[in-house]
């Protein structure tokens, strides 16, 4: 278990060998039960289908040119808005065939500004409320951050993913700076479960070690005309400054998806999962009639990085959130 001090050396050291972390009960059941209800009343309540452009969460072909890039998209960096499950549409009709509350795949990008509930798990011992409600005992998210190398860690984006049953969609292979890029490349996913994830209903899984062999060869951009994103090979570093790789055993670009390669993430509701933005990582569709709702941020290094004025994601007036104020 990490600390109030963040990762101890035995965490650190499986994260630079692995290029992802479990950390069990980073989140108490009191936290986990008050995220939920949020996430339900943010469903039942705060997403309406009146005036929505129905736009589903796409992650794209193999070449990823389908990737979900419309104005309501590219416009949620500084909102919080819901992106519906491509499984929820009728094929025949086009007509959404589930109930609203059920059709979300997830709600983003900016909870953790926003949200006053998602909020407190970036907030952590800084909130002035910590040590006597629901959220007593969070992990903080800071002293993490720093115990990875980040100087001025920056949250830039934050999403429930919902994996609705029977029709939650699969996440295919990605390294998470492909679609959060900076140069060099520095961001890491803290990943919370909120309810149990297991091979059933969807759990992450990972290519260990693929965050030293695995460059990024690609980037989601914006389109030069203005008309959406597209994926593009990475003009800049494929790895952060403080990997040393050989070439001799870089993952293939053709290779990324060998299924024997990927070990299962299974993990308990109140986990947090720590992924290098390098790292090879999947989740499969949730046939399964149990939901999988998680809660996710990234963090980039604020201090001595470029951050691409063509992804996707671009900064809100104030900036990207300090996770050191
Ligand atoms: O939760 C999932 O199924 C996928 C999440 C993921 O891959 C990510 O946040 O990078």
Redesign the pocket.
Known sequence: MASQEGLTPGQVAAFEQDGYLVIPDALPPSAVAALLRETHRLLEEDFTLEGHPLTKFQTGGDDGQEHVGDDYFLGSGDQVRFFLEEDAFDATTGQLAKPKERAVNKIGHYLHVLNPVFARVTAGASSPQAKEDEFAGVLPVAPIARSLGFRDPRCLQSMI?C?QPEIGGA?PP?Q?STFLYTDPPSAV?F?YALEDATVTN?C?SFWPGSHKTAPVRKRLMRRDDRTGTHIVDNPGPQFPDNIKTGHADLIPSDGEDDASKYVLGEVKAGSLVL?HGNLL?K?EKNLSNKGRI?Y?FHVIEGQGTLYDKKNWLQPPAEGFTKLYA
């Open positions: 993913i994996k996440v990605h998470d996913g990943w969807g992450l992924i990582h989740s998680i996710t």
